[in-house]
C-alpha cells in the first residue's frame, strides 16, 4: 500500500478556500448563541440580564452568515436563484428554508421581547428621525399592559424552540462541507455530533465576550453569576467537542488504511491548526476550571482569555475540517499544500471584512435597541403618559 | 391582543410577497431572472460570458502556413517539395503577433525522435532503427539534415 508515496491525482486542488472555513464558523456560532438563549429563556433565570443582549449580538451573525456564500459565488446576481427554484433533493437548497427560518423567529423574539422598549423610546424619544423608526417598529400598537406582556413572554417561549431545531438544523452546513468531500478522514459518523458541540462552544464564547465588552462600554457592572453560568456550560461543550475531535484524528491515525495520509498531513500541512486546537483547548478547560474561584477584574480577565482563545480553536477545528479534508488526495498517498491569497474574493482580507462585519453590523442594532436598560431616559420632549412613565431600571 | 394580529399580519404579508416573487419570478422565465440581472452585470450565457464569444475575444495564435509564405517564399517551397509538408508552426512555435515578435526553433534531437523513433503503430514514417547511436549524439539532427528539406540528395 505505501509503496507509492506523495502520489496526487493530476486535477487535485483546493477549490474551497478560507471564505468556506468562514460560513460554517460563522454558523457554528449562530448555534451556541441560541443555544444559550433558550437555555436562559427555559432553565436557568439567572442568564436574565444578559437576554436581550444575546438577541442583539446574535441578529448581526444571522445576517453576516450569507456574506461568505455571495462572495464566493461566481455570479453573486444569481443568489436569489435558489430560493426561486426550490429543489427538496438538494441539502444545500433546504439552507435557504432552514435560514429563513432562523431569521423570522428570531426577528419575531426580538420584536417581543423589545416590544415594552419600543413603545417607550416611541413616546420620549427626541430624534425625530429615530422616533419615527420606533414608531414604524410598534406596528400602531401601544398597549404595555401586564397582560400583553405575559403574551409576549409565552410566544417568545415557542418562537425560541422553532428556532433552537432551525439553528441546529442550520448547523449541518458545518459537517455538510466534509462529509460532501467524502474523503474518508471526515466520512465518520461522530462527526455532526463533535462539529455542534464545537459550535456550542464558540457560541458561548462570544456570548461571554460580548457580555463582558458591552458591561464595560455601558459601563455597568458584569454580573458574576452570568459569566459563571455560561462559564459552565462552555466546559462541557468544549470538552466533548475537543474529546470527539481527538477521538476522531487518533482513531484514524490508529486505523491502518488512511494512516498515511492523516498522520502525515497532520505533522506537516496542518501542524499550527493541530496545535491550536490541542493546547487552545487544553488551556481554555484549565482556565475555565480554575478561573470560577477568582473574584472581580481578574475573572473577567482570565474569561475574556478563555472566550478569546475557544473562538480561535472552534475556528482552527473548522479549517481542518474544510481545508484538511480537501488536502489528503483521493489516492490516499500524497497530499497538496494550501496558503490563501492575501487580496481578492477569496483572500484573507475578505475572510477577515466578512468576520468583522457582524460586530459593525452589532453596533447600529444596539443603537436603536439598546440591549441594556439605561438608568436615567433620554429627557423626554413630550410629557410621558401615566402608565409608561416607569423606570426601565426597575425591571432589571 | 392586538399586537400579536398585527405582527402576524405582517409575517404573513412577508411570506406572501416572497413566495408571491417566487412564483413570478419562476413563471416570467429565464430571460427576467437570472437574464436582466446578468445584462445588468454584462454577462451572457449559462455560466457567465457565452462561450463562443469567449473564444472570438482571444487573439488568434496559429496563423497557417500561407501567413509564413507572403515573406519566406524560399522556406515555403523547400519544405512543399520533400516529405514533410509540415506547417512552419509545427517547429517555429505559433506565429501569431510574429514580425515584431523573434521565432523560435525546436531543433533538439528529441524532438525529432518523437516520429522517427520505433513506436508502437507508426509503421509508416521513416524509422531510425539504431537512434541510439545514429550521427552525433551531442548535435541537433539539423546539422546534417537540412531541416526544410531533410533527404540527402
Known amino acids: ?396 | 391582543m392586538k399586537h400579536v394580529v398585527r405582527a402576524l399580519a405582517l409575517f404573513i404579508l412577508i411570506l406572501v410577497v416572497f413566495i408571491g416573487g417566487i412564483f413570478v419570478l419562476n413563471s416570467l422565465g429565464e430571460e427576467i431572472y437570472p437574464g436582466y440581472a446578468d445584462r445588468l452585470m454584462g454577462v451572457s450565457g449559462h455560466y457567465g460570458m457565452d462561450r463562443n464569444q469567449k473564444e472570438l475575444l482571444k487573439e488568434p495564435k496559429y496563423t497557417g502556413k500561407e501567413y509564413c509564405r507572403e515573406c519566406h517564399q524560399k522556406e515555403y517551397e523547400l519544405s512543399e517539395k520533400g516529405g514533410h509538408k509540415f506547417d512552419c508552426e509545427t517547429c517555429h512555435g505559433y506565429g501569431g503577433g510574429h514580425p515584431p515578435k523573434d521565432m523560435g526553433v525546436e531543433n533538439t534531437r528529441e524532438f525529432c525522435l518523437n516520429c522517427h523513433k520505433p513506436v508502437l503503430g507508426r509503421s509508416d514514417y521513416r524509422l531510425l532503427e539504431d537512434w541510439e547511436s545514429h550521427g552525433y549524439l551531442d548535435r541537433p539532427c539539423t546539422v546534417c539534415h537540412d531541416p526544410h528539406y531533410p533527404w540527402f540528395g
Open chain 1, 1 to 396: 500500500m505505501h509503496a507509492i508515496e506523495g502520489y496526487v491525482y493530476p486535477n487535485h486542488e483546493v477549490f474551497w478556500g478560507v471564505l468556506i472555513v468562514v460560513y460554517p464558523y460563522l454558523v457554528s456560532i449562530i448555534t451556541g448563541m441560541v443555544t444559550i438563549y433558550a437555555i436562559s429563556e427555559f432553565w436557568r433565570k439567572d442568564l436574565k440580564d444578559a437576554e436581550k443582549l444575546i438577541l442583539v449580538a446574535t441578529l448581526p451573525f444571522v445576517l453576516s452568515a450569507l456574506l461568505p456564500l455571495l462572495l464566493d459565488l461566481g455570479q453573486p446576481q444569481r443568489a436569489f436563484e435558489i430560493y426561486v427554484t426550490p429543489n427538496f433533493s438538494s441539502v444545500m437548497a433546504v439552507f435557504g428554508i432552514v435560514y429563513l427560518t432562523e431569521l423570522f423567529t428570531l426577528l419575531g423574539e426580538m420584536w417581543f421581547s423589545f416590544r415594552r422598549d419600543i413603545v417607550i423610546y416611541a413616546k420620549n424619544e427626541g430624534n425625530s428621525i429615530k422616533r419615527l423608526v420606533y414608531r414604524l417598529l410598534t406596528l400602531g400598537v401601544y398597549d404595555i399592559s401586564e397582560k400583553s406582556l405575559k403574551l409576549d413572554h409565552r410566544i417568545i417561549k415557542v418562537l425560541t424552540f422553532i428556532e433552537l431545531i432551525a439553528a441546529w438544523c442550520l448547523s449541518y452546513v458545518s459537517f455538510l462541507f466534509g462529509v460532501v468531500k467524502s474523503n474518508p478522514w471526515w466520512n465518520t459518523t461522530i462527526l455532526p455530533v463533535s462539529f455542534v458541540f464545537g459550535g456550542l462552544a464558540a457560541g458561548s464564547a462570544l456570548v461571554i465576550l460580548v457580555y463582558i465588552i458591552a458591561c464595560k462600554i455601558y459601563r455597568r457592572e458584569a454580573r458574576e453569576k452570568v459569566v459563571d453560568t455560561i462559564a459552565y456550560y462552555l466546559f462541557f461543550f468544549l470538552l466533548a467537542a475537543f474529546g470527539l475531535e481527538m477521538i476522531n484524528t487518533i482513531l484514524y491515525a490508529y486505523k491502518e488504511d488512511v494512516a498515511w495520509a492523516v498522520i502525515k498531513i497532520t505533522a506537516s500541512e496542518l501542524v499550527i491548526p493541530q496545535m491550536i486546537v490541542v493546547i487552545g483547548s487544553m488551556e481554555a478547560l484549565l482556565f475555565l476550571r480554575f478561573g470560577r474561584n477568582l473574584r472581580g477584574t481578574a475573572k473577567q480577565a482570565i474569561y475574556t482569555i478563555v472566550a478569546i482563545s475557544v473562538l480561535i480553536v472552534v475556528f482552527a477545528m473548522r479549517w481542518n475540517m474544510v481545508i484538511g479534508a480537501q488536502l489528503v488526495d483521493y489516492s490516499l498517498r500524497g497530499f497538496i499544500g494550501y496558503s490563501p491569497p492575501l487580496f481578492g474574493k477569496e483572500g484573507l482580507l475578505a475572510a477577515i471584512g466578512v468576520l468583522l462585519a457582524p460586530f459593525a453590523i452589532m453596533a447600529i442594532v444596539a443603537y436603536f435597541l439598546p440591549p441594556f436598560p439605561e438608568r436615567k431616559m433620554a429627557p423626554s420632549v413630550t410629557q410621558p403618559e401615566k402608565h409608561i412613565s416607569v423606570d426601565l431600571a426597575e425591571r432589571v
